[in-house]
């Protein structure tokens, strides 16, 4: 009897040094474990019920969390413990509550999820209600912007801190521009695939506006069979030092298309390293007479790398591409790189 009361008061007390282990402790043993995982340690004793909400990066999928009631009070609980980085991965847009405000946040990556019928999902409409003052870094994949009340297409406007922004394979609706303004945004990613679920939503031949974008100097594009029209200001195109740009598929590409690269390429004026791929090259080289062409811009260019593409069969470089990139500065650095698996793709 004496024996198992003894046993008894160990396991009390193996459960005790659990619950005394300190709040970063707990938090650092929760960070190891995904999302579902964590929430699910609050079931364990009072010590952990809240130990989750403080966790300061938090990824919310609708697989982990089918039920979207369940879905909004999970990142209730999160926003009002002072969340910072946040990915969501949502089959609707209402996961996200309406009007959706959090002051700590400073990091989100939200995705759309389809599923498997592509063709018959309806986009997501990305929406123009969110408050989230500290956002520095917004990444969106598989969403629909649409005009607001101005009559613009511009969702960025409002993340006054915003400094790294990716949009990926995301489509404008009503047949407008995307128009890209954020006062402190430094670094802009954009990925525009009209593979699936991209391809069934209208919408995915829009173009871009840098509208106001003052603090830009990182940029990076790459497309595939349509090459989206950019435009915008001199002094946002003026503030650009590094640029990657990537072409995948170069087979069926119309005239106007090829057109845009190099209107492009001809707004860069200030720009101080290039990344371009082979298969980018090769779109360039089929407009007509090109190497004919003069050159006004890249005057200030200092690095050139030329990667030669995977898609790329043979990955050969157009003879004389090179040579009509470096025009006004051929003192410029050149480095070819052989693309491999997982490589980094990067504009400076």
């Not at 043993?29 to 995982?37: C, D, E, G, M, R």
């Not at 939503?201 to 595939?224: K, N, Q, R």
């Not at 003026?238 to 690269?261: A, G, P």
């Not at 007509?288 to 990955?315: A, E, G, Q, Y």
């Amino acid at each position: 009897m004496v024996k198992r009361k003894r046993q008894r008061k160990d396991n009390q007390n193996e459960q005790d040094r659990i619950s005394d282990l300190s709040d970063c402790l707990l938090l650092h043993i929760l960070s190891v474990l995904n999302t579902k995982q964590a929430i699910q340690t609050s079931i364990l004793s009072k010590r952990w019920i809240n130990v989750w909400k403080n966790l300061p990066s938090l990824t919310l999928s609708c697989f982990d969390i089918r039920n979207i009631d369940l879905f909004q009070k999970t990142l209730k609980d999160a926003v009002s413990h002072n969340i910072k980085h946040l990915k969501l991965v949502v089959s609707t847009i209402e996961c996200i509550p309406p009007y959706f405000s959090c002051l700590s946040l400073t990091s989100l990556n939200l995705k759309a999820f389809y599923g498997k019928m592509f063709h018959l999902a309806q986009p997501q409409i990305f929406p123009n209600s969110l408050c989230l003052p500290a956002l520095t870094t917004l990444s969106l994949e598989y969403f629909a912007f649409r005009r607001s009340d101005d009559g613009y297409v511009e969702p960025f406007s409002t993340f006054n801190m915003l400094n790294t922004l990716t949009v990926r394979s995301c489509v404008v609706l009503g047949g407008q521009s995307l128009r890209i303004s954020s006062t402190k945004l430094g670094n802009l990613t954009i990925h525009l695939y009209r593979g699936q679920p991209y391809k069934y939503f209208p919408g995915s031949t829009f173009g871009i506006e840098l509208y106001h974008a003052p603090s830009l100097h990182t940029f990076v594009f790459t497309a595939d069979d349509y090459i989206h029209k950019l435009y915008g200001s001199k002094s946002v195109f003026s503030s650009i030092k590094h640029v990657y740009f990537d072409v995948v598929c170069y087979c069926n590409l119309q005239r106007r298309n090829q057109s845009n690269i190099l209107d492009l390429l001809v707004e860069l004026a200030n720009i101080e390293s290039l990344t371009i791929t082979s298969t980018t090259l090769m779109v360039l080289s089929n407009f007509p007479d090109v190497l004919k062409v003069k050159l006004p811009s890249l005057l200030n260019l200092k690095s050139l790398k030329v990667i030669t593409h995977p898609v790329s069969r043979p990955t050969t470089i157009p003879n004389g591409m090179v040579h009509f990139l470096l025009q006004n500065s051929p003192l410029a650095k050149v480095d070819y790189i052989k693309y491999k698996k997982g490589m980094l793709m990067c504009a400076s």
